[in-house]
């Protein structure tokens, strides 16, 4: 017994304070019967928390008003041609701007329902490599990584999906007359910003701020784990 402490004493002088920790951290729950949790596990159970987060942030957002009604994510009207829509407001053409906005909403909403499985697609391909790190990051850690990582990916795939979209509740033939009445009036200057490209922008975005928030909601409260896995991972943190 004594040379098994004198042995254990040993190696632990070698360990940094960290190492000591988790060795001892892991010991605890081999003891108590719990096995310390894998890469693996983790990699997975982020993986699900992210699904379950772009499956209910999606199915939110793509109801009737799911991002015009919500202040977190309703699109506004492209900030950098603000002044058109300052412009056709003194003019008298608010009514028509206010349609356009609507709709543009409307375009995110529709695009929504296609998006989960592009997104779902994106998060399944998450490699293990910066899994503990995110575990043990900021509240939208997992958020942050899937947005920084995927993104460009994201926005390739999901152009197309937002311009049908746009297309179909007549977003893009509204834009065009807006446009296209701003740059009749005399003295202004012509603009022709790219309506699919700021769409797309926003509507991924709304749809990470949805994701984020299911996140958190699934780190901070023990019922919004719904599974064994994601009690096991997201539950470790909690102790």
């Known amino acids: 017994m004594k040379q098994a402490i004198l042995g254990l004493s040993l190696i632990l002088g070698a360990c940094t304070s960290a190492q000591i920790n988790q060795a001892l951290s892991d010991a605890s729950k081999a003891v108590n019967g719990e096995k310390p949790l894998t890469t693996a596990e983790v990699s997975e159970g982020l993986k699900e928390a992210l699904i379950n987060g772009i499956s209910k942030g999606s199915d939110q957002v793509s109801q009737l ?3 015009f009604k919500n202040p977190d994510i309703k699109i506004p009207f492209p900030p950098d041609v603000k002044k058109v829509e300052d412009r056709l407001r003194q003019i008298g053409l608010g009514g028509e701007v206010d349609k356009f906005i609507v709709t543009l909403n409307r375009g995110a909403e529709d695009a929504a329902r296609e998006a989960k499985p592009i997104f779902i697609s994106a998060i399944r391909q998450m490699t293990i490599a910066d899994a503990w790190g995110i575990l043990k990051g900021d509240p939208d850690a997992a958020t942050q990584y899937l947005q920084r990582t995927t993104t460009p990916q994201l926005k390739e795939k999901f152009k197309p999906v937002i311009q049908a979209s746009l297309d179909k509740v007549n977003a893009t033939k509204y834009y065009g007359e807006i446009i296209t009445r701003y740059n ?40 919004a784990r719904t599974t064994e896995l994601l009690k096991r991972v997201f539950g470790s943190q909690a102790k």
């Open 65 to 67: 008003d799911g991002y």
């Open 184 to 223: 009749s009036i005399p003295m202004v200057q012509k603009v022709n910003p790219d309506l699919n490209e700021y769409a797309t922008d926003m509507a991924i975005q709304g749809l990470f701020t949805m994701i984020a928030k299911e996140e958190r909601n699934i780190r901070e409260n023990p019922v």
